[in-house]
């Protein structure tokens, strides 16, 4: 890394100048070896990829650290992913540069930049971003800004798109009120700005000591964390990014629509409320726009820590520890 922070256009962000990836018959891989710790993720060497016609290879720059990742390391993801065995490596997001095409392909060439998502829950774990080059669908790619720091860039991919589908399935019309939960962090503080940028009204719950970051964002109120949620409002909407399930649905009002980030059980019982429980879709064309925005600076992001690919494990005790304000990240 040099330079240390920087911030642009409202953006904060690392600059980082990642090294070329080496044309060798073996890349790095950050694997998890069994469930459990942090401890259990290893890096070892992998033979390097080829990409099949159709794919690309792109060498990763940086990678998203999510609270996927942890449940998909202890474990815990099993739930919905019983046949999930190690080794397999985490990561949806990434963000690098195109290195390999194996035929000529209309969107993308070798050196271009890009970030991107990989859709891990559909492909059952096959394909993780913790390593140093991965193949993937150009589909699940959009361009990045060549000037768009890729420790920042990798911020973006699972946890706009989904703010922006999280907002899009409510359906909200201008001027409705929307309270959103964890407003400090990526996924709500997408929400917050997206829903601001709509037109709605937000009611935004920030974390003890984040509230100028988040009434940044555009909410036009800030609620501290200890809120009791059912007393606030009635609202129109909820997206409850924590989630807290039930307390946070119980601010909206009877014909109004709640979406969680997890699945909490039935958490409107008895009421005329609609709860959505969606997973984050690739969406090329959005995750385009999404990136351009926070490229330009009207969409914020931070990065709270960049760790070595190797610091893997480091990396899932400081996401586990909490109290950070912005996003961990990987970089190879």
Avoid at 74 to 84: E, F, K, N, V, Y
Wanted: charged share 25%; hydrophobic share 45%.
């Amino acid at each position: 890394m040099r330079g240390g922070a920087r911030s642009r256009r409202g953006r904060e962000t690392l600059i980082y100048d990642p090294p070329a990836l080496p044309e060798t018959a073996e890349i790095r891989v950050c694997e998890v070896t069994q469930f459990g710790e942090p401890d259990v993720l290893q890096v070892r060497p992998r033979p390097r990829p080829r990409p099949p016609a159709g794919e690309l290879l792109v060498t990763v720059e940086a990678a998203n650290v999510n609270p996927s990742d942890l449940a998909a390391r202890s474990g815990a993801i099993r739930r919905r992913l019983p046949d999930l065995r190690p080794p397999f490596a985490p990561g949806w997001d990434l963000a690098g540069t195109v290195s390999e095409v194996p035929e000529e392909h209309g969107e993308f060439a070798v050196g271009d930049p890009v970030v991107g998502m990989i859709p891990w829950m559909h492909l059952g774990g096959r394909v993780g971003a913790y390593a140093e080059a991965v193949v993937v669908d150009p589909a699940w790619l959009a361009p990045r800004p060549p000037d768009f720091d890729a420790l920042a860039a990798c911020t973006i991919p699972l946890n706009a798109l989904t703010a922006r589908q999280a907002l899009d399935l409510l359906g909200a019309e201008l001027g409705a009120s929307v309270l959103i939960t964890g407003a400090s962090g990526a996924v709500g503080g997408f929400a917050t700005q997206l829903a601001a940028r709509d037109g709605l009204r937000v009611l935004a719950v920030a974390s003890d000591g984040d509230e100028d970051w988040v009434a940044g964002l555009g909410a036009a109120e800030v609620l501290p964390r200890d809120t009791v949620l059912p007393s606030v409002g009635p609202v129109d909407f909820v997206i409850d990014a924590v989630p807290l399930g039930e307390q946070a649905v119980a601010a909206v009002r009877d014909g109004g629509a709640a979406v969680l980030t997890r699945r909490l059980g039935d958490v409107a019982e008895g009421r005329d409320v609609r709860v959505e429980t969606p997973l984050v879709q690739s969406d090329q064309a959005m995750l385009a726009e999404l990136t351009r925005r926070a490229a330009d600076g009207e969409l914020r992001t931070r990065v709270a820590e960049a760790v070595e690919l190797a610091q893997a494990a480091e990396a899932h005790r400081l996401v586990e520890r909490g109290g950070l304000r912005g996003k961990v990240v990987l970089r190879t």
